[in-house]
């Protein structure tokens, strides 16, 4: 890994730190410098030239500042003459601005895919974007990790003789169901419809819950909306108790409190892509790192070996 350069923006620090340790690696410095005119300037202080450079910067929250540091990191690299740009995105905001689902909307998921490109980024690597098709939308070559590993270690301890995996929607059944397959129990899925703002209904179950120990599974939680009508919905149908899991944990608007103050809810589980999530302090709140997960594709990437076994979910 001599030849390899890891850099990190503001938001990517924590995680970029824990990812250098397991790839045994030193990160890069770097100089991020605001002028007064509120413009940033990014200046890496390592030499890059000729080098395999990874920029690690989850697109989260400060969303545009992280996503604007990122940009100006590929072109530091690019005029640095790094021989291949990786941008390492463990969460990609962007993602759930996908489709044109009303008039005269911006597409936000392709946009920043393609500023990306123009940035002279050579590669990405991701984790579970919050669509298929978001994939589709960067031109340069993207792995996309997920965490479902991670996951199932976690619960797999657990006495799960009566669990049952659920999905809050039948867009996420496949991981769903792939993650009911490493915890060999049964899995069932919702019907969500999602209004306005962040109004959303579950109007009914597939599959049986009564009596069962519950692990939602869902991609990401943002405000908390489907969490909470999932929970009503799993009342109804007499669940026994329920556990949350998730990759993305962003938690606006205090959903971690809210989700938290449930009485049948055990446990909330979700991983460090968004740093946020390791900042937030609850009972119930558990944060599970997946920057080795990343330093393994790293160390695939860079090697020429095949990342595909890292990103099937049904891959054991």
């Known amino acids: 890994m001599a030849e390899v350069r890891v850099f990190a923006g503001t938001g990517g620090q924590r995680f970029a730190h824990e990812m250098c340790a397991d790839l045994d690696v030193a990160l ?4 991020i410098q605001r002028f007064a005119n509120d413009c940033l300037q990014v200046q890496l202080l390592e030499n890059c030239r000729e080098r395999d450079v990874y920029l690690v910067q989850p697109v989260a929250r400060p969303t545009q500042e992280n996503l604007m540091e990122l940009l100006l990191m590929i072109d530091a690299a690019k005029g640095a003459s790094a021989a ?9 905001a962007y993602a ?13 998921g392709r946009l920043v895919a393609d500023l990306l490109e123009t940035a002279g980024v050579d590669r990405i690597l991701t ?3 919050h669509a298929p098709q978001v994939q589709a939308f960067f031109r340069v070559p993207t792995d996309q990790l997920n965490a479902l590993r991670e996951l199932a270690a976690h619960f797999l301890p657990s006495d799960l003789s009566k669990a049952t995996v659920v999905s809050p929607d039948l867009g996420n059944a496949k991981s769903a169901s792939a993650f009911a ?40 939680i943002a405000n908390g909306s489907t969490i909470i009508a999932i929970l009503d919905l ?17 938690f606006a608007n205090d959903a971690v409190h809210r989700i938290a103050a449930d009485p049948d809810v055990v446990e909330i589980v979700t991983t460090n892509t968004v740093p946020t999530a ?37 891959h054991v």
Do not use: Q, W, Y
């Open 127 to 129: 984790m579970t974007l």
């Open 181 to 220: 397959k490493m915890l060999g129990v049964p899995v069932a899925a919702a019907a969500k419809e999602r209004f306005d703002g962040d109004r959303v209904e579950i109007t009914s179950l597939i599959g049986d819950v009564t009596g069962r120990d519950i692990i939602v599974l869902d991609d990401e």
């Open 28 to 31: 890069s410095p770097i100089n």
């Open 234 to 250: 799993l009342r109804e149908h007499g669940a026994r108790s329920v556990r949350i899991a998730c990759t993305h944990g962003i």
């Open 278 to 314: 390791g900042l937030l302090a609850h009972d119930k709140l558990t944060v599970i790192s997946v920057a080795s997960a990343f330093a393994e594709a790293v160390r695939r990437i860079h090697s020429g070996e095949s990342v595909s076994a890292l990103f099937d979910p049904t």
């Open 84 to 92: 291949r740009i990786t941008a390492v995105m463990p969460h990609f």
């Open 96 to 108: 759930r601005s996908d489709k044109k689902d009303a008039p005269r909307i911006s597409v936000g």
